[in-house]
Each structure stands twice: as C-alpha cells, then as structure tokens.
C-alpha cells in the first residue's frame, strides 16, 4: 500500500523557514518523480514544486521560485521541502504527491499525504 | 500560465442524478488534463487523467471527455460518497495549474 507522510510544518514568524518532509513507503520511491502542493485555507490548489525520480531536475512555481527548494534521499525514501522567507500568504496545508507516470515529471498526482500545516503569522 | 476556469461553482443535485462539470482552459491544454475529487479534511484523489482515463479504482460512473479548451468530467448517477469538491488540472505547459473547484452538494 502506497504511504505518503508528511511532518515539518508548524508556526513560524515571518520571514522564517522550515523543512518539510515526506515519508514515502509501498512503492519504488527511487522510479517516481515527486511533488508539493499547498493549500491555503478553505482555498484552491496549488502546486508548488516538483523533483525528478533521481532528484536531478526540479521546478517551481514562480511564486516559491528561489524561496522554496525541493530535493530528495532516495536511499531514505523521503522527500523534503525546504520553505525560506515565509509570508503570511504562505499559509496553508502543504501536500506530497506522487507522480503517476514513471516519466520525467510525472505529469500528474495518483496519492497524496495527508498535509502538513505551515502557518505563518507574527 | 494557464488558467482553468471551473463551472458552475456550485452544483446541487440529488442522489441518482446526472453531474456535469465544467473545466475551461485559457488556451489549449491538448487532453492533458486531470481530475480530482476532495472530501473535507481529506487529500485530493484522482480520478481522471488525460481529459479521460479513469485511475486505478475509479468507478465507472465517473468520466471525462473534451480536448483543447473546453473539459468535461461526467458522473453518471450521483452516489452520496460522490457528494465533495472537484478540480481539475492541466499538465500541458508550467506552471501546472488548476480550476478553482466545483462543490457537488445535495440538493
């Protein structure tokens, strides 16, 4: 069975940072690129940002671009995201997901974590 | 960027009923698009890629048809675990992007 479990999230004033992480079991970790979508909330989703099954290529959306950085521990089977220079808009559920295709990017999201909360405020 | 542009926002219907949702491109996303479903408290969970694969378990009475510009997600006959908030999202150019959702409550 696919398990995807994310931790990190918190209350962090702005400007801060934390890394987000996201245990993966019940699939081969290591074939499948890897994403963060966020949800602020009450609101719509967002993605955010994916890596490539071996970690060597990633993408962002333009809002994170240079703020949020993802890489990932293939022989850990975890995913991480490191969120820097935190806004208030910042704020929402951030979600792992795996990648459906064993291609490049994986294109689309067939299992989702159950969220971490990242709450931004003073 | 693409923006999809769901409708209607809110769909009220009764069990046994037929749903139709709407998912408009801003330019063509070709048939890369799919669909999720989320319950409250709950992590999306696909249902349909490109415009109209069904996922792994999906019954079905859910399908997804269109190209280009104008996507259509179809449940046959509502069930009332159906009842939940739906988006879609284009994987033809980054950023990828989604609708802003339609809610399917009962009526």
């Known amino acids: 069975e696919v398990q995807l479990v994310e931790s990190g999230g918190g209350l962090v004033q702005p400007g801060g940072s934390l890394r987000l992480s996201c245990a993966a079991s019940g699939f081969t970790f290591s074939s499948y690129a890897m994403n963060w979508v966020r949800q602020a909330p009450g609101k719509g989703l967002e993605w955010v940002s994916v890596i490539s099954a071996d970690g060597g290529s990633t993408n962002y959306a333009d809002s994170v671009k240079g703020r949020f950085t993802i890489f990932r521990d293939n022989s850990m089977n975890t995913l991480y995201l490191r969120v820097s220079s935190l806004r208030a808009d910042d704020t929402a559920i951030f979600y792992c997901a795996k990648g459906l295709f064993t291609s490049r990017w994986g294109d689309y999201f067939d299992y989702w974590g159950q969220g971490t909360l990242v709450t931004v405020s003073s | 960027e693409i923006v999809l542009t769901q409708s209607p926002a809110t769909l009220s219907l009764s069990p046994g009923e037929r749903a139709t949702l709407s998912c408009r491109a801003s330019?063509?996303?070709?048939?890369?698009l799919a669909w999720y479903q989320q319950k409250p408290g709950q992590a999306p969970r696909l249902l349909i890629y490109d415009a109209s694969n069904r996922a792994t378990g999906i019954p079905a009475r859910f399908s997804g048809s269109g190209s280009g510009t104008d996507l259509t997600l179809t449940i046959s006959s509502l069930e009332p675990e159906d009842f939940a908030v739906y988006f879609c999202q284009q994987r033809s150019s980054w950023p990828w992007t989604f609708g802003q959702g339609t809610k399917v409550e009962i009526k």
């Open positions: 330019q063509s996303v070709g048939i890369y």
